[in-house]
């Protein structure tokens, strides 16, 4: 091997910086001849998209506690990607504690500019979600931040009530009202849904009811859904109709 020739094998990536990535369910890929990047990928309604870790450039290269680390999401289309990006740079751990409010890009109005772009992440805060929490945290809805739930643009528009697994960093929940992303609906009305999902090897896994209850139950219920994996590489989607079909699973004898 030449002095030219690139080994991934022995790129500085911070051993701490991979860890940090992967807990939070990114993997460490080989993008670019020269260079590796700590990527996430999700499935949703305009396609995948893919989330980036990016330190100064380098992709997945950098000290994790230098303010050099940002993130961006893409999704590829038909004639070019379409991305949306944080300029500001700061230590990883702060990146990966707020990367959720990253929205997803979305499909474009033609004539339109397809990079959506933002200088810092409270930036998306205040202009995505700062006035749903206030609206919510002091109403009915503020059970679901009782129990540590945060409003998640999911993109498009969609937004849920999202908590990560006690047990596991690649698994989380989402909690939708009619799964149309309106979470302004009352909470004793039976429109709310739940959702368990785990980012896999290649793809992600979930578990969905479609049967709505109150937040309250749907809050309580979410802790009784199976993680997506139980059922096999074979079934990595999987929808129950109605919360009887859950419990009836943990009736069933275990052998």
Aim: charged share 25%; hydrophobic share 35%; aromatic share 10%.
């Amino acid at each position: 091997m030449s002095d030219t020739d690139f080994d991934p094998t022995l790129e500085m990536v911070s051993f701490e910086a991979h860890r940090m990535a992967h807990e939070k369910g990114f993997k460490l890929e080989l993008v670019e001849p020269n260079k590796l990047e700590f990527t996430r990928a999700e499935k949703t309604p305009d396609g995948t998209v893919f989330t980036v870790l990016d330190c100064a450039g380098n992709g997945a290269v950098g000290d994790p506690n230098e303010e050099g680390w940002t993130a961006f999401k893409k999704r590829y289309g038909p004639e070019r990607a379409c991305t949306s990006t944080v300029h500001d740079q700061t230590t990883l751990a702060k990146v990966l504690e707020k990367v959720h409010l990253l929205p997803n890009p979305t499909k474009r109005e033609a004539g339109m500019d397809v990079y959506q772009s933002w200088d810092d992440f409270p930036v998306i805060l205040n202009n995505a979600l700062t006035d749903l929490e206030t609206k919510f945290a002091q109403g009915p809805h503020k059970i679901a931040f009782e129990d540590d739930y945060t409003i998640h643009h999911t993109g498009g528009g969609i937004f849920a009530f999202h908590k990560n697994h006690p047990d596991l960093a690649e698994a989380y929940y989402l909690i939708t009202a009619d799964d149309d992303g309106v979470l302004d609906r009352p909470v004793d009305e039976p429109v709310w849904t739940v959702g368990l999902y785990q980012f896999g090897e290649g793809h992600d896994r979930w578990v969905f009811v479609a049967e709505g209850v109150t937040l309250r139950e749907a809050i309580d219920n979410a802790y009784t859904l199976p993680l997506p994996d139980t059922f096999g590489p074979s079934e990595p989607e999987k929808t129950f109709e109605t919360w009887a079909e859950v419990e009836a699973l943990s009736a069933k004898p275990v052998f």
